[in-house]
């Protein structure tokens, strides 16, 4: 590593491990700095109370570090338009950026036990951050299992700042607008996902569970439906709209077996409908939902058999 990269400019503290900096080299300062070494950057003013506490306690900590962490200092008043840039409506406000992203951060003054936290997590560098992606993914997951799609929006939203390309929290974050009743946000959010992720598995469910929530079923139609099936077995269509409105009604099963006797009776009916309707069921439903699992096994023994 480059000791001298942080030299110049303002420089200050040991091995110029802190640093003042300003808009014109907070590229190479930051962006750049941060993808051999975790750079924080604190923005303070000579008038700001807090940030007076902060700064020394933050400097005291990145020191005590060794340099496995960096600090940046600066000054908003003398360089507003990034201070813009970066949303900071109040200081001290602090990031860390990793890899040339941000990564975390907070606001306000910090008691020195949680700065020693902050910086202890940003010593680990990119492997630490990926930890704690992957625990935010898991909690998120686990919420939106238990029903509770906002707690699950927030944790996907947070890993988004974490890692801006990660496939499985857009995807998350747009079922989770779903859930919410929010198809325009979700379908903004599948429009973020970078190229090289459109064709990611999760992101493919999440747009194929858009699709069918854009064609919304009427499930008080279910009991007709049913009576009208059960008193003629060969009524594929009214067959076909029972699974549709069992699927909305979240009873998967159901309507897996439904369109799984329509392709045993007739694999041809209505151009292969009922097969196609089953991908695109189990693209929404997630390559790893039970039913998805036991529909693909079911429908590769009808096909092959």
Do not use: Y
Not at 18 to 44: L, N
Not at 111 to 139: N, T, Y
């Amino acid at each position: 590593m480059d000791m001298n990269m942080f030299s110049g400019n303002g420089a200050s503290g040991a091995n110029d491990l802190v640093k003042d900096s300003d808009t014109a080299h907070f590229m190479a300062d930051v962006i750049e700095a941060s993808r051999q070494v975790p750079v924080i950057v604190d923005f303070w003013a000579t008038w700001c109370g807090p940030c007076r506490q902060l700064g020394p306690a933050l400097e005291k900590a990145v020191l005590a570090a060794k340099g496995k962490v960096r600090m940046v200092k600066i000054d908003v008043d003398k360089n507003q338009q990034l201070a813009a840039q970066m949303r900071v409506q109040s200081i001290p406000a602090v990031f860390a950026f990793v890899n040339g992203q941000p990564v975390d951060g907070f606001m306000g003054a910090l008691p020195e036990s949680q700065i020693k936290q902050f910086i202890d997590r940003l010593a680990g560098g990119a492997g630490a951050v990926a930890e704690q992606v992957e625990a935010l993914l898991a909690e998120a997951q686990e919420a939106l299992a238990l029903n509770n799609p906002a707690g699950a929006a927030e944790s996907f939203a947070e890993i988004l700042q974490f890692d801006p390309e990660n496939a499985k929290a857009f995807a998350g974050l747009a079922r989770a607008q779903l859930l919410l009743g929010d198809p325009e946000g979700a379908a903004a959010t599948l429009e973020m996902v970078p190229a090289d992720k459109v064709n990611d598995p999760d992101v493919a469910s999440a747009r194929a569970a858009l699709e069918l929530a854009a064609n919304p079923v009427d499930t008080s139609e279910i009991e007709r439906l049913r009576s009208a099936v059960e008193a003629n077995a060969g009524d594929h269509q009214s067959r076909f709209d029972l699974a549709l409105a069992l699927n909305g009604a979240g009873r998967r099963e159901e309507a897996l077996d439904h369109l799984l006797s329509i392709v045993k009776a007739d694999r041809s009916w209505n151009d292969d409908g009922a097969r196609k309707q089953l991908v695109q069921f189990f693209e929404a439903w997630g390559p790893k939902d039970e039913f998805t699992l036991s529909g693909r096994r079911k429908l590769s023994s009808l096909l092959f058999s």
